[in-house]
Structures are given as C-alpha cells and as structure tokens.
C-alpha cells in the first residue's frame, strides 16, 4: 500500500519563521515521494495546532506524521499522543529540528538556514517512509523495595516507602542500623542532639510492619531488571541466635576480650561478643570471630555457658537468602578518607592528638568513650587550645579530591562552638580557605562561633610536629601576609568524605554507574536527581556525594516518592524502542553480548530444519525488560542481525541518503 | 602599598605572566592562595614578599615588583612548597623562571639579595674558569664582590687547617669544553652574566 | 654493583669525610664506584638561577661522560649534585627537543639510557643481610637524628626514592648499623646552605631550628647525607651559638661515617679528625 505522509512545519512564532522561511520549505519538500499532505502553522504544539494534525490525517487518511518544529526531546511525546489520539500508532512520527538546529544557530544566515531546514524535512520524510508501528508492552511489578545501607538515608527511604504501603528490606552491614549520625554528638545548625533525633526513626523502623531489617548482611547478587530484580544476600553468621537472644547482655559483661571499637573509631574498646552502642537496633550482640577466643582456638565459651536462654551458637554459618524487589535504593552513605596514608605532614597519623572531626564528635558525646569530656587521646588530658584544619583531602586536586566536601564548613563551626562552650579557658583556631555556609541559618550560625571568640585564620598549614607536648602548628595568615604557628594540645582536621568502601562492588552488581571519584551517578544532575541510569534502581544521601543531614533526608523522601509511585503500578508500559535479534541472520558469536551496559542479552538454543533436518544452533536473545535501548550491540553485531527498533540499519541509512541527495 | 590599578596591570603585563608561565612550566592561574606555600616555607622570615604573595602577583602581572623583589634570590629552592601545594604549582620553579628572568634584566637585586646573586655569579665564574667550583676564590671572591671582606673570614682558617680548603683550583680537562657551554648558552639565551 | 661515581666540586674540600668514607663504605659492601673521567661541575643550585639551558646542559655533560662507561647507572654522595644530575637526566630523558639542543652544546652528547641515584638510595637498596654481616661494632646506644634536608627528597617528581614527608632510607641504614633513630620534627627542613656564603645572619637562624629540633628529640648526633647540609650544620654550628648566643655542641657525621664506624673502620680513616664539632663524644658512646 502506498505510504500516505502528513508534514507539519512549524513557525514557532518569529523562533523559526523569523529566520527560516517557512513556507518555501513547505513549498520544496511537499512533493518528496510519500507526502500526501504538507502545511505550516504558527504554534504546532498549541491545541489548535494539534488538532490540526488530529483532523488532517483523517480528511487525508494519512498513515504516518512528520513534525518540524523544535527538539524532540520537547514535544516528542507531544505529537505522538496526538496521532494516537486520531487512531494512528504512536510510533508511525518522526520529526525535525528546525529550531535549535536551524535557526537559533544559524540566525545570522537564513539562507543558510531554510537550505538545512529542508535538508532535514528531507531526512525525516526518508525516516518515515521506513517506520513501522510499535507497540508498548507491560510487566508486572513487585511490590517490594530494598534499601541498601541504613544510615539516615536509608532508615527515612524506608520509613517514607513502607507509609506509602509497599513493603522494603532495610540491609545493613553492620550490626546495627543508624550509620555515621548515630556517631555526632550535636547537630549544626540548630545543636539538637543527634541521637536523640535519629534513634527514634531507628526504633519506628524496626517497629514498622512494613520493614524487614537485615543487620550484619551484604548484598551478593543482583540479577532481573526494573520491577522485577533477584537479589540475593549474604547474612553473615552472627554465632548468637537473635531470634532467642533477649539482649539482656550478661554475656558482653563477662567476656573476657577487648578490643579497640571501630564504632568509636579507634578511642574505645568493645568485647570480642558486643553490641555497638546502647540503643543499637536490633539491640542484641553478635561475636567478632576474627577476635573470639572460641572461634579462634576453642577455648573460652564463657558467653555460651552464662547465657541464660542458650542463644549462643558457635555452629552458626553465614546463610544466603534470596528475595524478589521491584526497586532498589542505593543509600550506602560515606566514610572518612584515609588521610593517614595520605598526609606525610601531619604526621601520617603518628601524632596520637591529630584526630579527625568525627573522631572529635566522639570526645564530646555524653556517651562516647570519654563520657562527653574532651579529653585528647595521648595524656587523657583536656586540650585548651584547640587547632581546627578544614579541607584536608578536599579541594586539593594534588594529593586527594578535587571538590569540596560541603559538611565540614558547618561542623568545624560545631566544634569550634562545642570547645569554646565545653572548655574553661578553652581557645578554638580554625585555619581556613572559604566559609561556605550557604544552608538556612547555617551562616547566622557560623558567624555566632566566631562572636564567641573563635579565630579564623585564613590559610591552610603545611606541617604539624610535635614538641613537648604540644603540637606546632605551621600555617599561613595570607589575609596577614605572614606565616604563623600555634602550639596546639589538640588539632583536628575536617576530612575529606569520600564514597564508602564496597561502593564499587554495589555499583557493578546495580548496574549503575559511579563517578571519577566513586559516587554514584544520578541520572540527570538536575532534573533527575535520585534516579539512576538504570530503571527501578535511585540514590538517597551521601553515596551520590558529600552532603549535610538536611539534604540527605530531603533526598532520602525523593527517593522514597519514586520508588512508591512506581510501586504502585501493578505493572508497567516497557519502551518499545529496543534491541531487536533477527534469528535467522545471528551468527551466534554473542558480541553483542559483551558489549552491552545492562546485561539484557543471552544466548539461547533455537531449532532450525536446515535441508529438512532440525539442527540445533546457538543465538543472542534480548531480554525486553532489561534492554535500554542504548544501541551498543548493534553496532557490534557484524552480522547485522541485532537492530534497534525506531532506530533499524535500514532507518538510519535512508535519512543519510537523503542528507547526501 | 598603593592601590593598585589591576585590569592595567593585567592588561599591561600579560606578556610577563605568560612568559613566567612557559618558563616555570607551571599553571600559575590555578593557585587559589591557601597559603599552604608560605606556611611551609622556612626563608619567609627574611623575604619582603611570602611566597603565596609572589603567585599572586605574578597572577596580576606586577613584574616591576617582582623582578625587584628580594624573595625570589632570598628562596633557597628547597621545594617545600612545590611538594606540598594542592594545586599542582611548583612555587620553587616559578620562583626560579623569576631569578632568571630578574638576571636578565640587569636589575640589580636589593638588600640581603644581593649577595646571593653575586655569590650565584662567583660559582658559576668559577665554573667557567676551571670546569669545576673553586672553593677558596668563591669564597674571596664573593668577599670582595659584596664588600663584606670579613664574611666567613674567620672560618676560613680552622677550615684551612682541616685541608678542607684547596689554595689553588683543580683545572678540569675538559674545561675549555665547559667554557664554551656557558658560550652557547649566551648565545642561544643571551643575557646571562 | 657497579656505579659511574660522581664526586661534586666538595670532594676533596669540605666534604673530604663523606668521600673517604662513602669510598671505604662502599669497599666493604662490594660496591664498585668508578669516578667518571674528567667530570664537571654540575652547576648546583646556582646555575638553577640563571638559565634553564644551563641548568641542564652542565650536568649534562657528565651524563653524556657516565654514559660512555658502559656502566647503567650513576651515583653521587652530594645531594645537591643528586638532583642536579637527576634532574637533568629527567627532562633530557622526557623532552627530545631539549636534548637535541644540550647535546649541540656540551660536546659530551647524551642518549638518556642512565639511572641516576643518591648514594643514600645506591646504599639503602644493598640487602639489609650483606650489611649487617659487615657490622662488626654495632652503635648500640647512639641515639642518632637523621637530617635529609630538601634536594634529596624534594621535589618528589624527580627524586622520588623515598618518602618526601618522612623519609626513612638513611634511618633505616642506621638501624642496621646498630644504632637508634630518632622520630624528630626537622628532617627534611630546609638547612639554608644556599644562604651560608652570601647571607649567614639568614641561614643561622635557619641552622638553629635544626640543631634544636635535634637537641630536643635527645640525639647523640645528626648524620647528614649532603656536603653542604653538613658544612652548615657542622662548621656554622659555631656562628649560630655566637649569633644566636647559643650553645651547641653537637656532632654532624655523614651516614657512611657512622656505617663505616660500625663495620671497624678507623675513625681517621673515615675522616673524623676534620669535623669542626667535637666528635670524641660520640666515639666514646660508641666505645
Ligand atoms: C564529623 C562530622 C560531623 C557531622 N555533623 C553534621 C551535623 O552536625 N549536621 C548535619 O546535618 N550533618 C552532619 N554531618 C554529615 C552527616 O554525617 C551525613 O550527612 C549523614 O550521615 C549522611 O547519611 P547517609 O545515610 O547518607 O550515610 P551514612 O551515615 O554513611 O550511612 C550509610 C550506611 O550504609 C551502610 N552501608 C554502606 N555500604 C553498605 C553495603 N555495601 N551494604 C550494606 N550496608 C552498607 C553503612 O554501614 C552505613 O550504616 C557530619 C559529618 C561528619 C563527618
Ligand atoms: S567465647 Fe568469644 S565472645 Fe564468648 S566470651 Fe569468650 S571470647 Fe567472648
Ligand atoms: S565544606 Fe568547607 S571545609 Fe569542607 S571541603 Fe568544603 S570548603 Fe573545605
Ligand atoms: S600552596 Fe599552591 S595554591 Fe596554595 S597559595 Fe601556594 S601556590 Fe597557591
Ligand atoms: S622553594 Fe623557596 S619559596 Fe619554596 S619553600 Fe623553599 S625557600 Fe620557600
């Protein structure tokens, strides 16, 4: 049957008729073979405009639709529900930029312009002539999510998603959930504490009907796609039964070995059998193996013999279990960088009173190792001048990172508050390059510490030694001119947050992609920002780069809002335009499957009858639910049998044919 | 300091930071003057401009300033700050594109500064004498350049004793050869002393 | 090991002791060290100063002599000499226009196939097992302050042996003589021997942070690697007391004289009678 084409062009008021004119490319391309209709309109996009097209392909019984107006990426989807509302399939539509292309870059030359307007009116008629109709297919969703790491990205996602109805797996590695908030002492900028305000949102979580915690276990596989992933997770032996465990705790008690906590990074110490921090969730212990004396060399067993419901059990093993979700949110938060293997100036961590700040936020926590005194860790002794250095390992492209870690700005200010506020005689010297305070109230807040008698120095310092007991501090008042130095008892250094180790492994097993730096990439910096690349898989807090409580809790609920709205589908409309395999022409060399980002192919056996006999053959399948689109294997596949569909061989050759006539 | 009139200076001068750019090898615009250069440094005692100063004004073009400036000859090229500047500048090599661009000048360098550019003169005379650093005419020879005859005078004699100093100067073999170096180096560069 | 040697314009000066002794180390150690024949001076930080041609070209001629030998790599015990010629052997490997250029001029041309290293580093890499089986006198007791100053470690793009923040090729050569090392704030702190001629007021103060950083972390002596490190911290020692109205008396020895002392070799012939600072104190710690 004989293709019958409508072509619309668009003036987009004086946007394109004012350079290109418009009714000459009417004029020269309304006889290309094909074209049964053409006509121009100021507004195309306007509801006039598209009712225009709407009863044009039925007065003309048209079968296909060309646009030229302004980036697809606009009214795309505008001009297909419309020829979908006059009964056409969507898909039957191609369109020209003649805006950003044409005149809004060649506005000094319309000559210019409407031959290039008429060169690609040309191209999308070829392109037309070859489309065929596509169609939308579903796949059902479940309604689950997993939520990967349970700091207070983690615990608000899963709050937020389970009120909205859908069940989640909240998965944390270690052995309670709160991650680095349940660490701060005070919060900037309104100084509440901060685990009074994260433990309840720890205790609700795990009180939520909706809410599976699983503490102490990793994720190890992630197969499946959108809506419908396999995961699997590793719990890893615990060597205490927690579903008889009452936590009543005789056997933390009694153990006999101590050793240093990594919940009080490094200036605490907790038993080989332990339960991080008092309001831990769960609140039940789980033995260290690397450290039990039973695992070790079977002797000791002393937790077992005293506890009192049995629970107990050095025969546990780690237990793989697997789930199905729909979605997953990846909220694996940040550590600390090493700046002990970094910082050959500072003392490559050799001066025991340079700590870190979250190392400091322990020192003044009522239930930290010191009881809330600030107290430094060679002598005990408590420091009355304190040196505070911001930007180690930030903003400094030669030994670490390039950018800017956001938080420290406003927790230096913390701390500086904290020393002046907590120490008699206390004195708090920050050495600086920029304030960067830019959150509500966060500058009013900054600009109170320094009234109290905190000196800024503007510089950063090039070396710290000791002498005596007292650290020398070397650094630069550049607003002086001079260098200077302080004898400090105590200095702390505002360190670099950086992607948390195993990011990467998430990252291969998501299928999501991270940044030079290993966060995770969001999909659009802007307009996409917790969505990922990959469909069904977002981004909530610290892992897609450094951020303070507030914006990581706003993000965490934007994610939250995602994840809920595509759970509420009982199924859902996949892309039609994707990677389809021609069967007969596939060698089977699976190239394509190398090469492509979302593993959407395998192979698969297929009968052929070669001279009347079935033979077996091997060759590239595409799963519809994971394939993006993106186009790689199709250019892989020498045998040209892998196409996209909207986007075929055949498509893309005829609109360069038409470029070249 | 008087006010100074920066886009003139920038405008004026962009030949000369560009030119201490190629020389030094360094992207002197990324410094973000932290400091971290003169923090370190251990001569900001004794130089009239710290060294995070000097990057600054090479990034405004002062290079009237600069190549009268005693910091650049006062720098005893120990690198400090070139190890540890977070942007990558190598402070000791712009230090340096600036010693010698300040010698080419014919500038005499002021107060303490002065002597480090005679004494760089002495050695490298010296050098092109005999092929090799002649201790005792380098020191006798900065003395009397500098007009501090006494300088180090007093050393002199324990050091004598302790055969650490040659009276008279080992002449290379091949210091014809090295004579002609300093030769072709004027000629292809010009200026030097 | 073989090594092209570089003596530097202080062999026989001010620096007779480090080459005695980096002679009889190295004799011990099967290091063979072979002068390289009409060396040259390689301009030392002066040339630096001046031109960037020459910077290159002086210690050029001497790679282009080393490379002659047939021997791969070449040595020097001056660390100012150490990163001249490092330096120069650097950027004449890396950058082919500029070795055009120098090798029109130094009439000793240069193909870039040599290594070059500090004698600290051509020492520090020997098996720890080949020089403890020569420690016949262990300095047990001498608490000793290495000093690396800036030109052996700095900048770390063309020295890069060892750690520029806290290295520790020379402590660790003094541990295996027997000796104990000390963790002390001015290692690689600038000494000011550029300054020692032409402005003493200046380096003397420089001298003096040293020498109290030393004094302070309880060193029985500083052990140098450098003939200008050492001719300031050792022959200055004097100024900076009558300048600064101190009172130091603490012994510099260059590394290889500590090493040499404790494989038994005389103290004469590793040339202690020439320090300016009293070394008597240190032979009787060592017995
Ligand atoms: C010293 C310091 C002071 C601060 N003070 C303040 C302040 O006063 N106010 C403020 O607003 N912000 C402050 N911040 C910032 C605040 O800590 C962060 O904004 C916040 O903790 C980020 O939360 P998160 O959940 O994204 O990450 P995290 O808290 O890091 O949580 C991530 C969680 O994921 C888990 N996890 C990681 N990988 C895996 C994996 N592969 N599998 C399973 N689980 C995993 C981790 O164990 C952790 O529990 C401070 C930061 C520092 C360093
Ligand atoms: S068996 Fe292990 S965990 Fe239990 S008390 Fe002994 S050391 Fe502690
Ligand atoms: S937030 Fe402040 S301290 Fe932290 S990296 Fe940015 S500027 Fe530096
Ligand atoms: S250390 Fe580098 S960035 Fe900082 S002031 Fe000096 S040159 Fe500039
Ligand atoms: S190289 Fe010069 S400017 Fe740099 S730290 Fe050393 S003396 Fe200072």
Redesign the pocket.
Same mark, same amino acid.
């Given at each position: 049957m004989a293709k019958r084409i409508g072509l619309f062009i668009c003036w987009c008021g004086s946007n394109i008729g004012g350079v290109v004119d418009v009714p000459r490319v009417v004029e020269e391309t309304k006889n290309y073979p094909g074209v049964a209709f053409a006509t121009d309109y100021k507004y195309m996009c306007s509801e006039p405009g598209q009712n225009l097209i709407i009863s044009k392909v039925k007065e003309h019984n048209l079968d296909r639709v060309v646009v030229a107006s302004c980036t697809p990426m606009l009214h795309e989807p505008t001009f297909r529900k419309a020829i979908a509302r006059a009964g056409l399939n969507p898909y039957m539509f191609d369109m020209a930029n003649i805006r950003e292309q044409c005149s809004w870059v060649h506005s000094n030359d319309k000559e210019a312009a409407t031959q290039k307007a008429i060169a690609l009116v040309k191209r999308a008629l070829a392109k037309v002539s070859q489309v065929e109709p596509l169609f939308e297919s579903s796949i059902p969703i479940t309604k689950k999510a997993l939520v990967v790491g349970a700091g207070i990205a983690g615990i608000q996602v899963a709050l937020d998603i389970a009120d909205s109805g859908h069940e989640v797996i909240l998965l944390e590695r270690e052995s309670t959930i709160g991650g680095n908030m349940v660490k701060l002492d005070k919060t900037f900028p309104t100084m509440d504490c901060s685990a009074c305000i994260s433990t309840p949102k720890m205790v609700q979580a795990a009180q939520h009907p909706n809410i599976t915690i699983m503490t102490y276990a990793e994720l190890v596989d992630v197969q499946g796609y959108i809506g419908n992933f396999e995961i699997t997770i590793k719990q890893k032996a615990r060597y205490v039964d927690h579903t008889i465990c009452t936590g009543c705790g005789l056997?933390t008690e #009694?153990?006999?070995?101590k050793v240093l906590s990594s919940f009080e990074l490094g200036m605490g110490k907790r #038993?080989? +059998?332990y339960i991080e921090f008092p309001q831990a969730v769960p609140n039940k212990p789980v +033995?260290d193996p690397d450290n039990?004396?039973?695992?070790k060399n079977g002797k000791?067993? +002393?937790? #077992?013999k005293l506890c009192p419901v049995g629970a107990?059990d050095f025969e546990q093993k780690d237990e793989l279990i697997e789930e199905k979700v729909g979605a997953i949110v990846i909220a694996t938060g940040y550590d600390l960088i090493k700046w002990e293997e970094i910082y050959g100036e500072y003392g490559y961590g050799r001066f025991k009173d340079v700590i870190t700040g979250l190392q400091f936020e322990r020192l003044v926590n009522a239930s930290g190792p010191t009881n809330g005194l600030i107290q430094r860790p060679s002598d005990g002794k408590e420091p009355k001048t304190v040196v505070f250095i911001k930007c180690v390992g930030s903003r400094d492209e030669a030994k670490a990172k390039e950018y800017c870690s956001r938080a420290c700005c406003m927790y230096t200010a913390k701390h500086a508050h904290q020393v002046i506020e907590k120490i008699e005689g206390g004195h708090a010297y920050i050495f600086y390059m920029d304030v960067r305070t830019p959150g509500k109230a966060y500058d009013e807040f900054y600009r109170r510490t320094v009234d109290e008698g905190a000196q800024y120095i503007r510089g950063r310092v090039s070396k710290i030694y000791q002498s005596g007991d007292k650290l020398v501090v070397m650094g630069a008042d550049t607003l002086l001119g001079s260098a200077v130095h302080i004898e400090a008892d105590l200095v702390v250094l505002a360190t670099a947050m950086v992607p948390t180790e195993g990011s990467e492994k998430i990252a291969q097993l998501a299928g999501v992609n991270i940044d030079k730096d290993g966060f995770f990439i969001e999909a659009h910096p802007k307009l996409r920002p917790v969505e990922t690349m990959t469909g069904g898989v977002f981004l909530a807090g610290a892992c897609q780069g450094p951020k303070d409580i507030p914006d990581t809790v706003s993000q965490a609920s934007g994610a939250a809002a995602k994840v809920a709205a595509l759970l509420s589908n009982e199924e859902m409309a996949t892309d039609p335009m994707i990677c389809h395999i021609d069967e007969k022409m596939c060698s089977g060399c699976l190239v394509c499957k190398e090469v492509c980002p979302y593993k959407a192919i395998s192979e698969k056996t297929i009968t052929e009858r070669i001279a009347g006999q079935p033979v077996e053959r091997m060759v590239a399948s595409v799963n519809t639910g994971l394939c993006q689109g993106c186009g790689n294997c199709t250019v892989a596949c020498r045998a040209g049998a892998a196409n996209l569909k909207g986007y075929t061989n055949l498509q893309l050759l005829s609109e360069v044919d038409a470029l070249c006539r | 300091m008087e006010s100074i009139n920066v886009n003139e200076s920038i405008v004026k001068n962009a030949d000369f930071t560009e030119e201490i750019g190629i020389e030094s090898g360094q992207p002197v615009q990324k410094c973000y003057q932290c400091g971290k250069c003169t923090a370190g440094c251990p001569l900001t005692f004794a130089m009239d401009y710290k060294p995070n100063q000097v990057i600054r004004m090479v990034q405004l073009g002062m290079k009237d300033e600069l190549l009268k400036c005693q910091t650049i000859w006062i720098c005893s090229n120990c690198s400090t700050c070139t190890t540890r500047c977070p942007c990558n500048v190598e402070v000791a090599e712009v230090m340096g594109a600036l010693r010698i661009m300040a010698g080419k000048s014919g500038t005499t360098p002021p107060g303490k500064a002065k002597y480090v550019e005679v004494m760089y003169d002495a050695l490298l005379g010296t050098v092109e004498r005999f092929g090799r650093t002649y201790e005792v005419g380098l020191v006798m020879q900065n003395n009397l350049k500098s007009g501090k005859l006494f300088n180090n005078a007093d050393m002199g004699m324990p050091m004598f004793q302790r055969g650490k100093l040659k009276l008279l100067p080992t002449k290379v073999q091949g210091a014809a050869e090295v004579a002609r170096i300093f030769a072709e180096v004027r000629k292809m560069e010009g200026g030097v002393k | 090991m073989r090594y092209a040697y570089f003596p530097g314009c202080s062999y026989h000066g001010t620096g007779k002791e480090y080459e005695l002794s980096t002679h009889a180390v190295a004799k011990k150690l099967g290091m063979e060290l072979v002068t390289i024949p009409d060396w040259s001076c390689c301009g030392a930080t002066a040339s630096h100063g001046k031109s960037h041609l020459l910077n290159i070209a002086l210690p050029s001629r001497n790679l282009g002599i080393a490379e002659g030998m047939g021997i791969g790599e070449v040595t020097t015990g001056c660390a100012a000499c150490y990163q001249q010629l490092a330096n120069a052997n650097k950027k004449m490997i890396e950058n082919e226009d500029l070795r055009n250029k120098v090798n029109s001029i130094t009439g000793k041309p240069y193909k870039g196939t040599l290594k070059v290293k500090s004698i600290v580093e051509a020492i520090g890499i020997v098996d720890p097992e080949t020089i403890k089986s020569q420690v016949v006198k262990p300095l047990t007791g001498l608490k000793v302050a290495c000093y690396y100053g800036c030109l052996l470690v700095r900048p770390p793009e063309i020295t890069g042996f060892d750690d520029p923040e806290n290295p520790m090729f020379i402590d660790n050569i003094m541990k295996l003589a027997g000796a104990e090392v000390l963790d002390w704030a001015h290692k690689t702190e600038c000494c000011g021997a550029s300054l020692g001629v032409s402005n003493l007021d200046v380096a003397v103060r420089m001298i003096d942070r040293i020498l109290a950083a030393a004094v302070e972390s309880d060193a029985d002596c500083i052990a140098v690697a450098c003939p200008f490190c050492h001719l300031n911290l050792d022959w200055h020692q004097k100024s900076v007391n009558r300048k600064l109205g101190k009172s130091y008396d603490i012994p510099v020895f260059y590394f290889t004289e500590l090493l040499g002392l404790s494989m038994g070799i005389s103290p004469d012939e590793l040339g202690f009678k020439t320090h300016f600072t009293d070394t008597k104190k240190v032979l009787s710690v060592v017995g």
């Open positions: 056997c #009694k153990c006999p070995t #038993k080989a +059998i +033995i039990c004396r039973y695992l000791c067993g +002393i937790c #077992k107990v | - | -």
